[in-house]
């Protein structure tokens, strides 16, 4: 199954290079190409397309502080490496990875719309012993402004949130979530330092300049128990230890030491 955005095109090649690897590797549940920007131009009554070599995404990463972070470093041009998982904007899934991946009747938690949902997935078939990889030779483009992004410490902390406006605030709400439903309890112990600075900046820099962000701690909390309840669940499911799952905190480096041949 392809899932794509709706501000995303593909090259002809791109769903026939996923298929091919998935069909071939039985282990693998999810693929995803390399992800290029693209931006429109106006020139005067013609509007032109102009595809660049900018990388937006190549997969998912995670770090030591909890955020799952677009990986954009050109990993390698050509062949298939293995990533923590796959962004939601342009990747296909292997169906029995998906039903396996179900709790009750949900593929993607609905208690996550409009942010982070796929990053949950990603964690979700992680945990559960599907492996992830990117396809470098697959290339999809995606829609974006062109421009270079802001470097002030608020749009660097809205950007960890997953953009601007209300697509911030509900990222920034579910990323708990995200934390709450697929941290193993000793991976809090272990990342604690990594985790408090990294929310300590995030909240210290939104809750003066954007006092909104209030609701999001009373939001989480009254969505505690729902999660709590999909955590035992997924827990009680999970087939890949904490200590193999915690390789990949920060671990970028073994992308390519973990190559799928």
């Known amino acids: 199954v392809?899932?794509?955005?709706?501000?995303?095109?593909?090259?002809?090649?791109?769903t026939a290079s996923l298929f091919e690897i998935l069909k071939n590797q039985r282990e693998l549940g999810a693929a995803v190409g390399t992800v290029?920007?693209?931006y429109t131009r106006a020139d005067g009554d013609f509007v032109d397309d102009v595809f660049t070599t900018d990388v937006e995404a190549q997969g998912?990463?995670?770090?030591?502080?909890?955020n799952l972070e677009f990986l954009h470093e050109g990993l390698a041009e050509n062949g298939v490496v293995e990533v923590f998982g796959v962004p939601g904007i342009a990747s296909m899934y292997r169906v029995r990875a998906l039903l396996d991946g179900m709790i009750g009747q949900e593929y993607f938690d609905i208690?996550?719309?409009?942010?982070?949902?796929?990053?949950?997935?990603?964690?979700?078939?992680?945990?559960?012993?599907?492996?992830?990889?990117?396809?470098?030779e697959a290339i999809a483009y995606r829609y974006g402004s062109g421009e270079q992004k802001k470097s002030t410490l608020y749009h660097m902390v809205l950007a960890g949130c997953g953009g601007a406006g209300d697509i911030?605030?509900?990222?920034?709400?579910?990323?708990?979530?995200?934390?709450?439903?697929?941290m193993y309890a000793r991976h809090w112990v272990k990342f604690f330092p990594w985790f408090f600075w990294t929310e300590f900046r995030r909240r210290v820099v939104l809750l003066f300049l954007?006092?909104?962000?209030l609701i999001v701690a009373l939001q989480s909390i009254r969505m505690y128990p729902r999660m709590l309840k999909k955590h035992t669940i997924?827990?009680?499911?999970?087939?890949?230890?904490?200590?193999?799952?915690?390789?990949?905190?920060?671990?970028?480096?073994?992308?390519?030491?973990?190559?799928?041949?």
């Open 111 to 136: 208690d996550m719309d409009r942010a982070c949902i796929s990053a949950d997935l990603a964690w979700r078939l992680r945990l559960l012993g599907w492996r992830s990889c990117l396809v470098t």
């Open 168 to 182: 911030s605030f509900f990222a920034y709400r579910n990323h708990f979530l995200l934390l709450w439903k697929n």
């Open 234 to 261: 997924l827990m009680r499911r999970a087939r890949v230890t904490p200590k193999k799952i915690a390789q990949w905190f920060d671990q970028k480096t073994q992308l390519l030491e973990n190559s799928v041949e």
């Open 36 to 38: 290029l920007r693209m």
């Open 60 to 66: 998912l990463s995670i770090t030591r502080g909890g």
């Open 2 to 14: 392809l899932f794509l955005d709706v501000d995303v095109v593909v090259t002809p090649t791109y």
């Open 210 to 213: 954007s006092p909104r962000y």
